[in-house]
C-alpha cells in the first residue's frame, strides 16, 4: 500500500502562484510512476503532469507546460508541483497519484493509489 497526503493548495489571484506538495508513505520504494492530476467542478478528472521512477522524465499537459513544474525530494518522499501564472481555468481539485506499474499513464484508472486532493482556487 501507498499512502499520498497533498497540502499547498489554496486562494489565490491571478497571475500568483503556488506550490503543492504531495508526502508519500508506504511502498514507495515500489512506485512505478507519480502524477498530479486535477478535476474542476463538473469535469472529468485531468492528467496535468507525470513523473517516472527515476525522476528523469516528465511528460506536462498542454494547458499547463511552461506554467507548472513538477519536481521531487527523495529524501522526503515529497512531490511537489509548483504553480505559476496561475488563471482562473486552473481552479480545481488537484491529486496526488501513484501507480506501481505501467500503462496508459494519462489515464487515471492506471492509478492505484490517490491523496485526498487539495483545492486551487484562482481569482481573476
Known amino acids: 500500500q501507498v499512502q499520498l497526503v497533498e497540502s499547498g493548495g489554496g486562494l489565490v489571484q491571478a497571475g500568483g502562484s503556488l506550490r503543492l506538495s504531495c508526502a508519500a508513505s508506504?511502498?514507495?520504494?515500489?512506485?512505478?510512476?507519480m502524477a498530479w492530476f486535477r478535476q474542476a467542478p463538473g469535469k472529468e478528472r485531468e492528467f496535468i503532469v507525470g513523473?517516472?521512477?527515476?525522476?528523469?522524465?516528465?511528460d506536462y499537459a498542454v494547458s499547463v507546460k511552461g506554467r507548472f513544474t513538477i519536481s521531487r525530494d527523495v529524501a522526503k518522499n515529497t512531490l511537489y508541483l509548483q504553480m505559476n501564472n496561475l488563471e482562473p481555468e486552473d481552479t480545481a481539485d488537484y491529486y496526488c497519484?501513484?501507480?506501481?506499474?505501467?500503462?496508459?499513464?494519462?489515464?487515471?484508472?492506471?492509478?492505484?493509489?490517490w491523496g485526498q486532493g487539495t483545492q486551487v482556487t484562482v481569482s481573476s
Open positions: 497519484a501513484a501507480r506501481l506499474n505501467g500503462g496508459d499513464y494519462l489515464a487515471a484508472e492506471t492509478y492505484a493509489y
Open positions: 513523473i517516472n521512477r527515476l525522476g528523469d522524465s516528465t
Open positions: 508506504g511502498r514507495t520504494a515500489s512506485i512505478y510512476q
